[in-house]
C-alpha cells in the first residue's frame, strides 16, 4: 500500500506559562542574571515547546532521509549520483560521521530511502518509504507530481509520530541526495525571491565552471517551472526532493508532537521553510545548529530569524551539525534542572 495522502496536524503556540516559569527558574540559580547567555534562552524555548517549566530530553534521534535527483544529469555536482546509495550503505553500517557524531551524542540514527535511484538490499535499520526511483530533471520539468510530494511529506509526518510515541523528545534533521544543494537552490530562490547568485554554492565542491553551470541550472529550473511562491506545496513538488519532502514532514510532524528540532544545514533549512511557509506555528520549534559555508543556507536561516548555535564551516549535511548542537541544547536543560538556586544554596543574591 501507497503512502497515504498529507494531512494537516494542528500546530499549538509555546507554552507561555511553561516559559515564564522557566524564566523566573533562571533568575534564581546560582549566577548573575544572563550570565550563560543564549544558553538561557534556549532552556526557555525548549520549556514552552515541551509545556514543561523545566524540560528533560531523553531519548534524541538524528533522521536521515536519502533520495536522488534527476537534475544530476546535468554535471550539477563533484560526485556521480551513484553515491547516495552507496552512502545509505555507509550509514547503515555506521561508518559515515553521521554515525560517529550519532554515537557521541548518546543519538539513534534513523535512515529512511525515499527515493534512492537503486534497489537497496533489505537492512533492519533501513525504512523504505521510496516515492520514486529518483526525482525528474528540474531544469527540464518538476521533480515530482504534487501528489507525491504530498505522500512524501505525509511519511515524514507519520514517522515523526512513532518516534514521538517512542519517546524521542529531541529530532535532528540530516539529508543525503547528490545533487540537493542545487534542488535546494531553487526551493529557496523561489521561496524567496532572492537572486539565483545569492543562494547557489559549491556544494560537494565543484569548480568555477562547475559553479556556473550549477546556477545556469537553477534559473533554467525556475524559468521552466515557475513556481509560485504562495504555493508552498507546489513549489516543492516543481523543484524539490523527496529526502525534502519528508523532512518537511519531520518538521510539521514534530511540531505537532511538541518535539524540539534541530536542523542542520542547507538542505534540511530548506525543508524547515517549506514547512514553515505551510505552517508558520512551526518556526518556533526549530533550533539552528550551526551556519553552513553554502550560502543559501545564511539566506534560508535570515529568512526564518535563525541564529545559529555554531559557526564550524561545515558544509557536509548527514545530520553532521545537527547532532553537534544536541550537547549544546541538553547543557541547556541540564542546567536549569540541576543548578542550584540562591535559596537552595544559601548563597547570597545581589543586592
Known amino acids: ?13 509555546l507554552d507561555e506559562a511553561a516559559m515564564t516559569a522557566a524564566r523566573q527558574r533562571q533568575g534564581r540559580l546560582t549566577k548573575p542574571p544572563g550570565s550563560l547567555g543564549r544558553l538561557e534562552e534556549l532552556s526557555v524555548q525548549l520549556a514552552g515547546i515541551t509545556r514543561r517549566s523545566v524540560p528533560v530530553l531523553r531519548e534524541k534521534a538524528v533522521v536521515v532521509m536519502a533520495a536522488d535527483h534527476g537534475v544530476t544529469a546535468e554535471a550539477v555536482s563533484a560526485y556521480p549520483a551513484e553515491v ?35 534497489l537497496l538490499e533489505s537492512h533492519p535499520a533501513l525504512l523504505d518509504r521510496k516515492i520514486a526511483h529518483g526525482t525528474g530533471n528540474i531544469s527540464r520539468g518538476p521533480a515530482m507530481a504534487r501528489e507525491q510530494a504530498e505522500a512524501a511529506v505525509a511519511v515524514g509526518q507519520d514517522l515523526m509520530k512513532d518516534l514521538a510515541r517512542q519517546g524521542v523528545d529531541l529530532v535532528g534533521l540530516g539529508d543525503m541526495g547528490i545533487g540537493n544543494t542545487t534542488t535546494a537552490s531553487a526551493l529557496t530562490a523561489a521561496l524567496t525571491g532572492v537572486k539565483v547568485p545569492t543562494v547557489v554554492g559549491r556544494g560537494t565542491g565543484v569548480d568555477d565552471g562547475g559553479l556556473a553551470r550549477k546556477t545556469a541550472v537553477v534559473e ?11 504555493d508552498p506545496m507546489g ?3 516543481k523543484v524539490g526532493g523527496f529526502e525534502i519532502a519528508g523532512l518537511v514532514g519531520v518538521v510539521l510532524g514534530a511540531a505537532a508532537s511538541r518535539v524540539p528540532v534541530v536542523v542542520d544545514g542547507f538542505i534540511t533549512a530548506a ?12 518556526r518556533p520549534y526549530l533550533i539552528a545548529s550551526h551556519r553552513s559555508v553554502e550560502i543559501g543556507h545564511r ?17 557536509l549535511g548527514e545530520g553532521t551539525g545537527a547532532a553537534l548542537a544536541m550537547h549544546i541544547i541538553e547543557a541547556a536543560t541540564r ?9 537552595d544554596a544559601g548563597v547570597s543574591d545581589r543586592a
Open 1 to 13: 500500500m501507497g503512502p497515504r495522502t498529507m494531512t494537516r496536524d494542528r500546530i499549538l503556540g
Open 84 to 118: 547516495t546509495a552507496q552512502m545509505v550503505v555507509n550509514f547503515l553500517a555506521g561508518g559515515a560521521a553521521i554515525n560517529a557524531l550519532a554515537r557521541l551524542a548518546g543519538a539513534r540514527v534513523v535512515v529512511v530511502d525515499m527515493g534512492v535511484a537503486a
Open 220 to 230: 533554467r529550473a525556475l524559468a521552466v517551472n515557475r513556481p509560485d511562491p504562495s
Open 235 to 237: 513549489t516543492l513538488a
Open 271 to 282: 525543508a524547515s521553510l517549506v514547512a514553515a511557509r505551510l505552517e508558520p506555528n512551526v
Open 299 to 315: 539566506v534560508i536561516l535570515d529568512e526564518l530569524g535563525l541564529e545559529p548555535l555554531l559557526e564550524l564551516e561545515l558544509r
Open 335 to 343: 542546567i536549569l534542572a540541576e543548578m542550584a538556586t540562591f535559596e
